[in-house]
């Protein structure tokens, strides 16, 4: 009998996630049946890194490509900070009188990750991650609050008509507003937002002056274009600046971009994982090492190697790969019969360049050099992002700390949980008190005072002050902010002491600058210092696999000098904000990954993209190579776990046979066909 090698190349999300389904996946026919893999047969994870995954398999840093949670002192029962990927939306799978089908298309969230999670047994470390309300804002030269802006007071900025007078995202309600004029009008669920990436238009009368006009296709307007055309330059800043990602305001996709802009915005709710969200990695990987194990799978984890080229001959995918040490030269070779490439666009083009200038022989199919896949990879661009975290032994910057500074961000924040049921319970809170209380669990409110009007406005059900006092202590869950600035901090999250064990001496964490694409060369410059020499070159910097890096002290001064102006006031001296315990940064805009997320670029029927990139071979004549790309470059939801985990989904889903993890009738994996 002949056993059947999968290699895998990437062990990041979409990595993990394709080895763990298909270790547990059930195939639906004969057919796929025999895709399936049985004992005997060979599963190869390859990394170009080293993920810290458990105790047999140490590594540099902990695990999740572009998700990387940072423990204070590399201790997991210490603080931490995510350096990366930070949360996602929990799908509510119980009937509400919002959403009573919890499966339809209109229910929110991210069902694959939610599902994972609980597949994992992680739902008990699964909690609030909310924003605030009233954002902090610190905008040429000026602190304000989002809930402080209008007409006596207006934001900084000479916008035609009343745009100053109201926050900054009503610039992208604006914009909105030439597809579908009214709320009812705007795309309800997946499908139909996927349909109108593809599809939607201008369908109102805009100015003789407007440079977009009715019946325009807005897949084919950058965003950029769209949003100077119709907002002016100063509108357009006004937006960029207030929103706090750069990278959602660059020439996009239009029609992308109208759905990924209330991302911040108030009421939006997420959650994250208490043990840091690459912790749902390690029990990924522990997974499949147990899945592998008990079925006779042999299961090959190979770290510190990189894929370097790839080609399809004789119904097999042949590869060189290279060493961490010397990742330009290819070491050895070999093969599979089904390859995955779990690793993001520009890994692919290093990949690709290996066999770019050769002509393939002996029957071989050079895949990822056909003309059609070459324009297909850059449907994706490549985004740069740089965050910088610091840990404190103050919450220096809370609204309640010792000494609050002149504008500490609107933070604060109740949220019920199982847990605070569990702990009031405990402290004697009866029946009668508790039942208010559970139609709210992870509901996010501002003040005490709205909580307690949610759960206890209709006697008899009163408490006492002592009652109030419990209830406050046990369900306050401050908010991560985000605070925004035109400065390259960009936007800070505030952590706060977040530790597992809780000690004597709390720490405090923030995310202390999270910039993208307009500021990663103005920290990159800073990294080596004034007296710096620089000894290595860029192209071969693999920081973002190393882990998080110690920032010198020229940085942490910048920092503190920016966020003294943030929360203090123009011109507040650098000393306001006290010397950090520690600082660390990761550059994603460094190999192998060099983007922290990518967005979908104009000018392309994105469906197809998402359909056919996926495996490569469909866009070449007489092809059929089971050499496969995965992640969230090429999905419907960039910059999300969710991404890469739908679109790995949806190959196992369509070429290897396995049912879908969940019903996904309302809920495509990827753009389906129009």
């Known amino acids: 009998m002949t056993h059947k090698t999968y290699s895998i190349f990437g062990a990041g999300a979409a990595g993990l996630y394709t080895a763990w389904r298909l270790l547990s996946g059930t195939s639906h026919s004969k057919v796929a049946e025999g895709r399936a893999l049985t004992a005997g047969d060979v599963l190869e994870l390859y990394d170009w890194g080293q993920y810290d995954f458990n105790a047999e398999n140490r590594g540099t840093r902990e695990p999740g490509a572009r998700i990387a949670t940072w423990f204070y002192d590399d201790n997991k029962d210490n603080s931490y900070l995510e350096l990366g990927g930070m949360r996602y939306s929990h799908w509510d799978q119980k009937p509400s ?86 709320e009812e009008q705007a795309p309800k669920t997946r499908k139909d937002w996927a349909s109108f990436y593809n599809t939607g238009t201008i369908t109102v009368e805009t100015s003789p002056n407007s440079v977009f006009q009715k019946g325009d296709l807005l897949k084919n307007i950058g965003y950029w274009n769209l949003l100077v055309d119709q907002l002016g330059q100063e509108g357009y ?13 660059i020439n996009t996709s239009s029609s992308v971009s109208f759905n990924i802009n209330d991302e911040f915005a108030p009421g939006t709710q997420y959650r994250t994982l208490s043990i840091g969200y690459s912790g749902m990695f390690n029990a990924l990987f522990d997974t499949v090492q147990a899945l592998a194990k008990q079925k006779g799978i042999v299961f090959h984890y190979v770290p510190n190697t990189r894929l370097h080229s790839i080609v399809w001959k004789h119904h097999k995918a042949v590869f060189t790969v290279a060493s961490r040490a010397t990742p330009t030269i290819a070491e050895r070779s070999g093969e599979a019969d089904a390859a995955w490439l779990a690793i993001p666009p520009a890994a692919v083009d290093l990949v690709a360049q290996a066999t770019r200038f050769h002509k393939p ?27 910088i975290g610091m840990f404190f032994d103050t919450p220096w910057w809370a609204p309640d700390a010792e000494n609050p500074p ?88 505030y952590f706060g002491n977040n530790a597992r064990k809780q000690g004597d001496k709390p720490v405090y964490g923030i995310l202390a600058s999270y910039d993208d694409e307009a500021n990663t060369a103005f920290w990159r410059q800073l990294e080596l210092g004034p007296k710096g020499t620089k000894h290595r070159a860029t192209s071969l910097d693999v920081q973002p696999l190393e882990g998080p890096r110690k920032a010198p002290g020229v940085m942490v001064k910048m920092l503190r000098k920016m966020l003294a102006e943030m929360h203090y006031g123009p011109g507040a001296s650098y000393d306001k904000v006290p010397e950090p315990l520690e600082t660390k940064y990761m550059d994603w805009s460094l190999p192998p990954f060099n983007a922290g997320y990518h967005e979908w670029a104009p000018h392309y029927d994105i469906g197809d993209v998402m ?48 049912e879908p993890l969940i019903d996904n009738k309302e809920y495509p994996f990827i753009s389906p066909p129009q």
């Open 97 to 182: 009188k919002a959403f009573p089908h919890p499966n339809g298309g209109e229910a929110p969230g991210h069902r694959l990750v939610t599902k994972t999670i609980q597949e994992l047994g992680l739902d008990p470390v699964s909690i609030p991650f909310n924003v605030t309300d009233n954002q902090l804002l610190y905008l040429r030269g000026r602190n304000m609050y989002l809930n402080d802006i209008k007409s006596g007071n207006p934001a900084p900025y000479f916008i035609k008509g009343d745009g100053a007078d109201q926050g900054p995202d009503t610039g992208f309600d604006t914009v909105e507003a030439l597809a579908f004029p009214t």
């Open 406 to 493: 002149v504008y500490p961000p609107q933070i604060t924040g109740f949220v019920v949980t199982k847990d605070v049921i569990a702990t009031l319970k405990q402290q004697g809170f009866s029946q009668e008190l508790l039942a208010p209380l559970v139609p709210l669990i992870y509901t996010p409110f501002s003040s005490l005072e709205a909580l307690l009007k949610a759960a206890y406005s209709q006697p008899p059900v009163v408490l006492n002050t002592v009652e109030i006092a419990q209830l406050a202590a046990a369900a306050r869950r401050d908010t991560i902010g985000p605070s925004a600035t035109d400065s390259p901090v960009r936007m800070v999250v």
């Open 361 to 387: 022989v002996d029957d071989a199919i050079d895949v990822l050099n056909h003309e059609k896949v070459s324009l297909y990879l850059e449907a994706a661009i490549l985004q740069p992002s740089y965050k």
């Open 611 to 658: 359909r056919k990139i996926r495996k490569p071979s469909q866009l070449v004549e007489g092809a059929d190579a089971d050499i496969f790309i995965v992640g969230e470059a090429f999905s419907l939801d960039q910059a999300w776990v969710e991404g890469a985990y739908c679109t790995a989904e949806s190959v196992l889903n369509d070429f290897f046979g396995i």
């Open 237 to 249: 800043e006004y937006a960029a600046d207030g929103n706090g990602y750069s990278s959602n305001v």
